[in-house]
């Protein structure tokens, strides 16, 4: 049996605006001046700790920033997070051929809740989010973390994602990795860690059906 661990934004979900607006507030909190949106975008996918300390954020004070934003990104996020087009279609084609996982570095406990609130967390076998883990992505315990649960086969098991973040998580930890084109991360950025690149989930998935 196959297994298919999908990556939440950029790859299946659409949270940017919630994001973008839920570090504004963090900011605005301590009287910072907010990054640039494009500072931000291009560092979703990375841990919100690493995120505020990469946009210079002391570290010892970028805890009190992830409370302001997950305060706010609570309130707001069903609101303002929507599917990527054909995410929908990508979930119930994989669900057919495949144990289907989610692999992020997003609040396990708020995924879960907005995958229930868009209607397709019953199709996910297992959710492993940023406190499931000691490492986060890229490290390979995300994913081998979700092959335990899943009693899955790592020559059987893709890991479909949108930043160079998600594949080197899967090389390391011996899953095939399947980079997308609709979220945060460019087609050079992905084509460093694997072969497969392909434009969004949907196309993900058909590759994985079509492999023996």
């Known amino acids: 049996m196959k297994t298919i661990l999908f990556d939440l934004d950029g790859t299946l979900i659409d949270s940017t605006d919630a994001i973008l607006e839920s570090f504004g507030v963090a900011y605005e909190t301590f009287g910072r001046q907010v990054p640039e949106d494009e500072q931000v975008k291009k560092l979703i996918g990375h841990p919100l700790d690493l995120m505020f300390t990469m946009l210079g954020i002391d570290a010892l004070e970028a805890n009190d920033y992830v409370l302001a934003y997950k305060e706010h990104y609570r309130l707001i996020s069903r609101k303002k ?11 119930r084609h994989a669900s057919k051929i495949a144990t289907l ?8 406990h708020y995924s879960e809740e907005l995958l229930e609130h868009l209607g397709v967390m ?5 959710l492993i989010g940023r406190e499931s883990v000691t490492y986060p992505k890229p ?11 899943l009693n899955a086969d790592p020559t059987q098991t893709w890991m479909i994602g949108d930043t160079p973040m998600d594949l080197i998580s899967a090389k390391e930890a011996g899953v095939h990795g399947i980079g997308v084109l609709c979220g945060y991360g ?10 497969l690149v392909v434009h969004d989930a949907l ?9 023996a």
């Open 122 to 126: 019953h199709h996910f076998k297992i």
């Open 186 to 195: 460019t087609k050079f950025e992905l084509e460093k860690h694997t072969s």
């Open 139 to 149: 490290h390979p315990e995300p994913i081998q973390k979700a092959l335990f649960a």
């Open 203 to 211: 196309d993900a998935v058909k590759v994985i059906a079509h492999h």
């Open 81 to 91: 997070t929507t599917l990527l087009p054909l995410a929908l279609e990508a979930i």
């Open 101 to 108: 996982g989610i692999v992020t570095t997003k609040t396990a």
